[in-house]
C-alpha cells in the first residue's frame, strides 16, 4: 500500500513576549541560532557568557552543559541549537527548512554534515604535530569536495537562504580568519562551494552573529592552545613571506 507523505504543516506563529539566548561569543552553534533569528527578524536579548567559568545559574537551567541555550518567555528553556533553530523555524513566518518531507531530510542530513565538519575544525585548531595537521586539513578538503557538486549557488539551494545556510555560515568563517593569515588550500579548485562561502560571508544575518573583535578572540583562543596550527598563525604572523611549513619549523625550537 502506498502512503502519500502530507506536506508539512503551515506553522503555527507563537507569540511569545521574551526571548533571551544564553551564549559564548566564539561557539558556532550559537552563532547558527543567532543567525535564524536574525532572519527571522524575531527581537531577542542575548547574554554570552564564560564557559571556562560557567555561572551557577547557568549550570541549573543547562542540562548539558553547553550554549546555546533559548529562555522563552522567562519560563522554558530550550537546548541544542538543531532544536532551537527548528523550533524558531516552525513557529515563525518564512520557513528556512523546504516544505517537502524528503527535501526537509535531506536538509537536515547535511546540517548534520556540517556539525561533523565543525569536529574537524576543532582537531584543525588542536592537533599538536604537522602530520597530524596536514591528516585533518585532507579530511576537511574531502569534506567540501563532497559539497561540491551539492551546493547549487550563491546559497544552498539556489537563490534562497536556508537553514542548511545558517549553518555553514559560522564554518566558513573560520577559514575566513585562518586565511586571513595562511592559506590552507582546502578550498582550491571548488568554485561552487568559494562562491557559497563568499555569498555567506557578505550575508547580513551572518555578519551579525559574532562581535567586531571575533577575528582576535580566535586567534587568541587558538594561539592558547599550542597546536600547530597555533604555531603556524604566529609564525606567519612574523614573517608572512615564508612557506605554510617553513615558517613553523623555523620559529619553533628544536626539543
Not at 128 to 155: A, H, I
Request: hydrophobic share 40%; charged share 20%.
Amino acid at each position: 500500500m502506498n502512503i502519500a507523505a502530507s506536506p508539512r504543516p503551515a506553522p503555527a506563529i507563537h507569540r511569545v513576549s521574551h526571548l533571551h539566548l544564553i551564549s559564548h561569543k566564539l561557539c558556532p552553534y550559537v552563532q547558527r541560532s543567532v543567525i535564524t533569528l536574525i532572519e527571522k527578524g524575531v527581537p531577542y536579548a542575548r547574554t554570552d557568557i564564560d564557559l571556562a567559568a560557567k555561572p551557577e545559574w547557568f549550570r541549573e537551567i543547562s542540562p548539558t552543559g553547553k550554549v546555546p541555550l533559548l529562555q522563552i518567555d522567562n519560563r522554558h528553556t530550550l537546548f541544542e541549537s538543531a532544536v532551537i533553530c527548528e523550533y524558531l523555524d516552525e513557529t515563525t513566518e518564512t520557513p528556512l527548512l523546504p516544505q517537502d518531507p524528503l527535501e526537509r531530510a535531506r536538509h537536515r542530513a547535511w546540517i548534520e554534515f556540517g556539525s561533523a565538519i565543525l569536529n574537524q575544525i576543532a582537531r584543525l585548531y588542536s592537533v599538536n604535530d604537522e602530520t597530524g595537521f596536514d591528516d585533518v586539513r585532507t579530511t576537511l578538503r574531502e569534506s567540501f569536495q563532497r559539497l561540491e557538486p551539492v551546493v547549487v549557488t550563491p546559497y544552498f539551494t539556489g537563490t534562497e537562504f536556508g537553514l542548511v545556510d545558517a549553518v555553514f555560515g559560522p564554518i566558513f568563517r573560520y577559514f575566513d580568519v585562518f586565511e586571513s593569515v595562511t592559506d590552507l588550500g582546502i578550498f582550491d579548485g571548488l568554485p561552487n562551494v568559494r562562491y557559497w562561502r563568499q555569498s555567506l560571508r557578505e550575508r547580513e544575518s551572518v555578519r551579525q552573529a559574532v562581535g567586531a573583535d571575533y577575528p582576535q578572540t580566535l586567534i587568541a583562543f587558538v594561539e592558547a592552545r599550542n597546536s600547530w596550527l597555533a604555531r603556524l598563525l604566529q609564525a606567519k604572523s612574523r614573517s608572512p613571506a615564508q612557506p605554510l611549513s617553513a615558517a613553523v619549523h623555523n620559529n619553533h625550537p628544536a626539543p
